[in-house]
């Protein structure tokens, strides 16, 4: 079969190599100059920053992907545990360490920040998270995921249910068990994984803070864009062609079938399938037009979800100073957290104060200079469209305050600073076609957000969507898994290795 996929992100490359590998004819589209959409690593002077993902989590997938095409992932991108996976920090002064793949040691963390009786708050919460876990990552991770009824029909649907509680969003589970605010803070923080609001987020995510523990916090060695460059090399390894600087402007059908694409230059490129990396928004609202009653639904649901958050970051080039070594991963929480929520779910508008990200990774291969290291800082964001981005002076004014608020912590900024670049939401939208710069697509906000996200496959036969804004969303390893399920639903060729 010859396959396009438009789009080379980390869920359109792995699809790709994947189908090439099963003895497809796959060619990638790309409208960027680069490939690895959000999935980058930048030099800016003598320092890298990861201005994407700066954690891999559940790295099975990405070690499946390569055991799959050819070389296993340790001899081709290494990576590193990170110890601790954070370093959390409240603004009573108060502040815990959470320990990587170790609960005993995380617990300890706890009873030693917060009292025993957080610990075993917290224990009781991962362990209600693991069965959530266990019963979910088959029907609604690792599947295509169909209608409600088809889970319905499962036989342990009413089991299921009860451990999972759809009815219960994140923050109510977690007011049930945890008592001490600062844990909540931290189990809240889970939902801005796939830029939601707790509030509104399902309590099953809280799964994401049991599979970070379980599965670990790693960093790759040199910059999460070397597992870029790695995915990269393997899908041209087993043949897949790729075009950089070529958007395309429409998918071409035949009746209700996709059979091509067209690129903005044109140029018709016909094809047996056709599988879309862009954002789904983008896919049935733009590169696909007509099919009024084919579409309705899935139209109806991404006009009806609620976008995820976007990102705005500092990339910071900094002197080192020995007396004061960040952790890889610190998060410097406000004194309310609801405010954060309120001003980008409610409002639309910038945090005044957020809760900080700063991941300073002490990896050699990201300076080329032994004097400087590079702090990658995010605080989440309203889209650009919610909040118009494009306003430089603001930008400049709230990135200052957003250093001001790193050194109110204590931390020193502005006497070690090197260089500061200014990401907004419009950057990333104009980087990488990401409508208003939202990191993850849709967000989880409300009990059936799962099922309103773009199904793997599309209503249009022949079309197929992969990606964090289709199942089952966005972040690395959810992407890599919506490789393999399209992988899946194309199958291989007879007698191809896969
Ligand atoms: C600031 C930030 C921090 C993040 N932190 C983490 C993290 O720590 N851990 C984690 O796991 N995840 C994180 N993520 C999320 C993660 O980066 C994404 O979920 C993942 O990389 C998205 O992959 P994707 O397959 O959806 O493709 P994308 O990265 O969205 O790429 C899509 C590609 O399609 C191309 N394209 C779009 N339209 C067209 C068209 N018409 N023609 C041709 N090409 C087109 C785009 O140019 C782009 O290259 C972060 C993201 C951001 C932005």
Redesign the pocket.
Known sequence: MKIVV?????????AAARLSRGGHEVVV????D??????RTEWIGKVAF????????LPAVYRDFFQRTGKPMGLVCPIESVNPSFDYRFTDGSNVKFSNLSRKETLDAITSSFGAEGASQWDRIMKRAERMWDVSRVPFVESELKSPLSLIKRITFLRDMKIIAPWKTLRQHADEILKDERLRYIMDRYAT?SGSDPRKAPAVLSTIAFVEESFGAWHVKGG?GNLTTTVHQRALDVGVTFHLN????SIQTTGSKATGVVL?DGTIVEADAVI????AS?VYN??ITGHKRALKKARKNIANADVSV??F?LLLGMRKDPQQVLNHHTILFPENYDAEFDAIFNDGLPVEKPTIYICAPQDEAMSKDENLEGWFV?VNAPTHGQFDWSNHEFSSKYANSIIDQIEARGISVRDRLESLTI?TPSD?EA????PG?A???TSSNGARAAFMRAKNRSPIKGLYL?????HP???????GI??DLVTEAIGYEKNARH
């Open positions: 438009i789009g080379a992100g980390m869920g359109g490359m792995t589209f790309e409208a960027s680069q490939v690895g959409g959000k999935c990861d201005t994407g993902p700066s954690l891999l989590t994984y999460l070529s958007p395309v402007a903005a879309a990396n862009a954002d983008l733009t590169l976007a990102g970051s995010l990401r990333l980087a990488v076609r990401a710069g990191i993850y697509g992969v990606g964090g804004s289709a969303g966005g972040g690395l390893p959810l992407v919506s490789g």
